[in-house]
């Protein structure tokens, strides 16, 4: 309960008192519209996640918040040129004739595997893989969401529907880094190479 604290008013005490009501109205409006959830600022904008399940658990910062200003971004291919971690993965892109398509308008998620993750593989994985076009653009494609996945959408499912149209169990997901803003969607760093089964 808000208490009014009148005082002596030399003169006009009705615009005093009339300008006294106003004033706690417009408090308590912005007071409900902060209630109600009006004012909060959106959940991502670029600030590390707080903990959450799975492998996503430990130390998953996130990147940009993507919007409107996105689009007038970098592409995906071109996200993962300017990090430097990629070369693998750009390689791989270029052997399965991918980069077309990540560079188009999308929108994409790409959950991109670092060099490190590819060195994860088996030895001579990775070889048999680039000699195998089909099989190269079928694991690639098991890293490709056709549509724009935040972090939280991500947590609140069980699987992701891949651009191979096979499903993706979000708990075999080990990002690193989430929610990193491209023009045409959005790349999810993981370490790990995703196998898909079958």
């Known amino acids: 309960m808000r208490t009014l604290i009148t005082t002596a008013v030399p ?34 904008m670029g600030m590390p996640m707080s903990p959450m399940p799975f492998p996503m658990q430990y130390g998953m910062p996130t990147g940009a918040a993507y919007g ?8 995906v291919v071109a996200v993962l040129k300017r990090s430097g971690e990629f070369s693998t993965l750009l390689a791989a892109i270029d052997a399965a004739g991918l980069a077309g398509l990540l560079e188009g308008d999308g929108p994409f998620t790409l959950f991109a595997p670092t060099d490190a993750a590819f060195k994860k593989l088996p030895e001579g994985a990775l070889e048999e893989l680039l000699a195998d076009k089909a099989k190269l653009t079928a694991l690639l494609k098991y890293h ?3 549509k724009r996945v935040t972090a939280v959408e991500i947590l609140s499912s069980r699987t992701l529907e891949t651009a191979t ?3 993706l169990p979000t708990v075999d997901l080990s990002v690193i880094r989430a929610d990193i ?15 898909p089964t079958g």
């Open 165 to 167: 149209g096979q499903e």
């Open 181 to 195: 803003a491209a023009r045409n969607g959005v790349v999810d760093i993981v370490d790990t190479v995703l196998l």
């Open 68 to 75: 409107p200003a996105a689009k007038a971004g970098p592409s």
């Open 144 to 146: 490709l969401v056709p």
């Open 11 to 44: 003169a006009r005490p009705a615009a005093f008192l009339l300008l006294s009501v106003i004033a706690l109205a417009l408090y308590g409006g912005v007071a409900e519209a902060r209630n109600c959830g009006m004012m909060k600022p959106p959940m991502f």
